[in-house]
């Protein structure tokens, strides 16, 4: 028994030890085929010298950001501070004009007009209470003093500041007519700026109406008086370069109610020509009920204007009527959608009695 038992363990032992000797031969050959990871030599420390430059560049360029950034701010302010400067001494020069023509002129001139403000560097001067007009403004744009980039490209370019002064007459007030002086170049530009002067109007040279060459006059009523009179012309003339353009018309496409305006447009060189445009333009204006028209050129610019009416007319009922089918199909849809499955089905069954009923009685009239 006991030499049984010894065998067997004997032979245990052996088995266990072949055992530990093929685990061992297995990991060896693992060992070989996985590849070892290569030795890697460790970072040597950046100098201390080189860690300092980094930051004091980065360091740089944050301060000259910031520093931009404060000359941006700086100088919009100072620009802006700078345009609201320059519309009030502009205003000075309007007021001779707006207190002669206008309610306002029962102040004293040495009161400042008001001058509002629509953004930083576009201001209005409104006038009102005239027996003839209905409003007038005195528009100025100026260069962006307040943007560093734009007011450094038009000090590159020569840009100018620019008045623009509108004047809305009363209804039956203006003459039925439309008349324009502009630049040759600026012709294109003012066409599609103002449709009715394609619509209605005729253009002739500037020397055929005693201006110069560079100019056109576009008009639908030549041989009217007192709109390019000779204050006019002498003053187109004497500002070639700073007049842009200026519009009388009765049909005008942009405002609204009335279509009656006035409106002239120039570049500002000094305060002479802002007292010069305003006396102009308002003085004409107050006398615009004496414009007079050919009699065969009235009756023919009447007639053209009355068929315009006309068709605007038709126009608008016709608009008016596609609205209300357009609604009454609306609340039509809204009550289908609100019936029941019963009551949607009788109201179908109903349509279709009618629509045969209508066939029914066409067949028999034929």
Same mark, same amino acid.
């Given at each position: 028994?006991?030499?049984?038992?010894?065998?067997?363990?004997?032979?245990?032992?052996?088995?266990?030890?072949? +055992?530990?000797?093929?685990?061992?031969?297995?990991?060896?050959?693992?060992?070989?085929?996985?590849?070892?990871?290569?030795?890697?030599?460790?970072?040597?420390?950046?100098?201390?010298?080189?860690?300092?430059?980094?930051?004091?560049?980065?360091?740089?360029?944050?301060?000259?950001?910031?520093?931009?950034?404060?000359?941006?701010?700086?100088?919009? &302010?100072?620009?802006?501070?700078?345009?609201?400067?320059?519309? +009030?001494?502009?205003?000075?020069?309007?007021?001779? !004009?707006? &207190?002669?023509?206008?309610?306002?002129?029962?102040?004293?001139?040495?009161?400042?007009?008001?001058?509002?403000?629509?953004?930083?560097?576009?201001?209005?001067?409104?006038? #009102?209470?005239?027996?003839?007009?209905?409003? !007038?403004?005195?528009?100025?744009?100026?260069?962006?003093?307040?943007?560093?980039?734009?007011?450094? &490209?038009?000090?590159?370019?020569?840009?100018?500041?620019?008045?623009?002064?509108?004047?809305?007459?009363?209804?039956?007030? !203006?003459?039925?007519?439309? #008349?324009?002086?502009?630049?040759?170049?600026?012709?294109?530009?003012?066409?599609?700026?103002?449709?009715?002067?394609?619509? &209605?109007?005729?253009?002739?040279?500037?020397?055929?109406?005693?201006?110069?060459?560079?100019?056109?006059?576009?008009?639908?009523?030549?041989?009217? +008086?007192?709109?390019?009179?000779?204050?006019?012309?002498?003053?187109?003339?004497?500002?070639?370069?700073?007049?842009?353009?200026?519009?009388?018309?009765?049909?005008?496409?942009?405002?609204?109610?009335?279509?009656?305006?006035?409106?002239?447009?120039?570049?500002?060189?000094?305060?002479?020509?802002?007292?010069?445009?305003?006396?102009?333009?308002?003085?004409? $204006?107050?006398?615009?009920?004496?414009?007079?028209?050919?009699?065969?050129?009235?009756?023919?610019?009447?007639?053209?204007?009355?068929?315009?009416?006309?068709?605007?007319?038709?126009?608008? $009922?016709?608009?008016?009527?596609?609205?209300? !089918?357009?609604?009454?199909?609306?609340?039509?849809?809204?009550?289908?959608?609100?019936?029941?499955?019963?009551?949607?089905?009788?109201?179908?069954?109903?349509?279709?009695?009618?629509?045969?009923?209508?066939?029914?009685?066409?067949?028999?009239?034929?």
């Amino acid at each position: 028994m006991k030499l049984l038992l010894l065998t067997g363990l004997l032979l245990l032992s052996t088995l266990a030890q072949e +055992t530990n000797e093929d685990l061992q031969d297995f990991n060896e050959e693992e060992n070989l085929q996985t590849p070892q990871p290569e030795f890697v030599r460790p970072r040597k420390p950046q100098p201390a010298s080189e860690r300092k430059d980094v930051n004091s560049k980065s360091y740089k360029i944050e301060y000259i950001t910031f520093f931009l950034v404060i000359v941006y701010f700086v100088y919009f &302010f100072i620009g802006k501070s700078s345009n609201s400067s320059v519309v +009030t001494e502009y205003a000075h020069f309007a007021h001779a !004009a707006i &207190f002669k023509y206008f309610k306002k002129g029962n102040r004293k001139s040495e009161v400042p007009v008001g001058i509002m403000s629509v953004s930083c560097n576009n201001f209005v001067i409104e006038c #009102y209470d005239h027996p003839l007009i209905k409003g !007038a403004c005195l528009n100025f744009n100026l260069v962006k003093r307040q943007e560093l980039f734009s007011h450094l &490209f038009s000090l590159i370019t020569k840009q100018q500041d620019e008045l623009v002064i509108d004047v809305v007459f009363n209804k039956g007030i !203006a003459p039925p007519c439309i #008349y324009g002086i502009c630049k040759s170049k600026q012709e294109k530009k003012l066409k599609k700026q103002y449709s009715e002067i394609a619509k &209605f109007c005729k253009t002739r040279n500037g020397a055929q109406m005693k201006l110069s060459e560079k100019f056109v006059v576009f008009s639908d009523a030549f041989d009217s +008086t007192g709109i390019l009179n000779q204050p006019m012309i002498d003053f187109i003339n004497l500002y070639e370069k700073e007049f842009n353009y200026f519009i009388l018309s009765d049909q005008s496409s942009s405002i609204r109610d009335e279509k009656s305006l006035m409106r002239c447009s120039i570049k500002i060189c000094d305060g002479e020509i802002i007292s010069k445009v305003s006396s102009l333009i308002f003085g004409l $204006a107050d006398s615009i009920n004496k414009v007079t028209i050919k009699p065969y050129l009235l009756e023919k610019c009447k007639a053209i204007r009355a068929e315009i009416q006309e068709e605007e007319e038709k126009e608008k $009922a016709k608009k008016i009527r596609e609205e209300n !089918a357009e609604r009454m199909e609306k609340e039509k849809a809204m009550k289908i959608n609100a019936m029941t499955p019963d009551e949607r089905r009788k109201y179908e069954e109903k349509q279709r009695n009618k629509l045969v009923k209508r066939k029914q009685v066409k067949v028999r009239m034929g």
